[in-house]
Nanobody, 121 residues
Framework: QVQLVESGGGLVQAGGSSRLSCAASGRIRSINAMRWYHQTPGKQRELVAAMTRGGITNYADSVKGRFTISRDNAKNTVYLQMNSLKPEDTAVYYC???????????????WGKGTLVTVSS
């Protein structure tokens, strides 16, 4: 079994910065893509940023130039640096990862439980 645990978040003023972390633990051989999603009440979960093991990234248009995803493969950890935060960035942020594990090197997708980021105006 694999667990993803997010940390960071909390209350931030508009224009400020915050850094989220997500550490994966458990039966892990390696991790392919790692991603951050966010979700607000009544809306679907949306992809914010993603990063392959090799370092290729992609971002939602709404966060380009403000958010940066990075990862430490040795620590099985992904980060999301969020700058110039806006009230509309307020959401629960979820970590997601494609984990290679088990004797057959199967790939399974896992989610963290989420961390709330609130941006006050």
């Amino acid at each position: 079994q694999v667990q993803l645990v997010e940390s960071g978040g909390g209350l931030v003023q508009a224009g400020g910065s915050s850094r989220l972390s997500c550490a994966a633990s458990g039966r892990i051989r390696s991790i392919n893509a790692m991603r951050w999603y966010h979700q607000t009440p009544g809306k679907q979960r949306e992809l914010v940023a993603a990063m392959t093991r090799g370092g290729i990234t992609n971002y939602a248009d709404s966060v380009k130039g403000r958010f940066t995803i990075s990862r430490d493969n040795a620590k099985n950890t992904v980060y999301l640096q969020m700058n110039s935060l806006k009230p509309e960035d307020t959401a629960v942020y979820y970590c997601n990862a494609d984990v290679v594990g088990g004797p057959d090197y199967s790939v399974m997708n896992y989610w963290g439980k989420g961390t709330l980021v609130t941006v006050s105006s």
